[in-house]
């Protein structure tokens, strides 16, 4: 079945350390959305991205998307305590209309 | 403009019984989704309705239905509970299909 991966499970990293998490998926995907969920809370919608090898900043998070549309990564330079919880990619297929999140990538971070 | 509302935020069953959680979505917005958040199996999507319309379904038994009102209110219902449906329901809604999902704060449910 269509299944988004997405690694590592858990980071943690020291304040000021840099953070990346990854998405893949066997089958191209429409767009590629990123959510963050801090402890306690829901998720929040971070971006999407839709066009293949597309690469999006805000502030000290990238976003890109793979060249294929298959595969997509976070990274956030600096890391701060600001920065704790789970992040998830989810990705439409072009197939089908459910959103498939990833399992998420529990970050936290030591000051 | 307000955010996406859930009630109510906990509730405590016991197995073999049923429950009824509410989403109101934001205002203007036709697209409701439901989602299970559970530590080991993370974001499930169980439904998506838009206009009233059941518009996707995930792989949830016949026990998880849903529906969604002309207002674009929705509710979803699970009967027959059993232990493994203590989760956090989390309800979503969107402008429109296959767009940005704002999230409710959820209704945690605990099955005992």
């Known amino acids: 079945g269509q299944q988004v991966m997405q690694i590592p499970q858990y980071q943690h990293v020291q304040e000021g350390e840099d953070f990346t998490t990854y998405c893949n998926s066997s089958t191209t995907l429409s767009n590629i959305q990123w959510y963050k969920q801090r402890p306690g809370g829901h998720p929040v919608f971070l971006i999407q991205l839709v066009k293949s090898g597309e690469v999006k900043k805000q502030k000290r998070l990238t976003f890109q998307f793979g060249e294929a549309k298959k595969n997509s990564s976070l990274h956030i330079t600096a890391t701060q305590t600001t920065d704790v919880g789970t992040y998830f990619c989810a990705g439409y297929y072009n197939q089908g209309g459910k959103l498939i999140f990833g399992q998420g990538t529990e970050l936290s971070v030591k000051p | 403009k307000a955010g996406v509302t859930q009630t109510p935020r906990y509730l405590i069953k016991t197995r073999g019984q049923q429950v009824t959680l509410s989403c109101s979505p934001i205002s203007g917005h036709r697209s409701v989704s439901w989602y299970q958040q559970t530590p080991g199996q993370g974001l499930q999507f169980l439904f998506e309705y838009f206009s009233e319309t059941q518009r996707n379904k995930g792989n949830f038994p016949g026990r998880f239905s849903g529906r969604q009102f002309s207002n674009s209110r929705s509710e979803m219902n699970v009967s027959t509970l059993e232990l493994g449906d203590s989760a956090l329901y989390l309800c979503?809604?969107?402008?429109?299909?296959?767009?940005?999902?704002?999230f409710g704060p959820g209704t945690r449910l605990l099955v005992l």
């Open positions: 979503a809604s969107s402008s429109r299909l296959r767009e940005t999902q704002y």
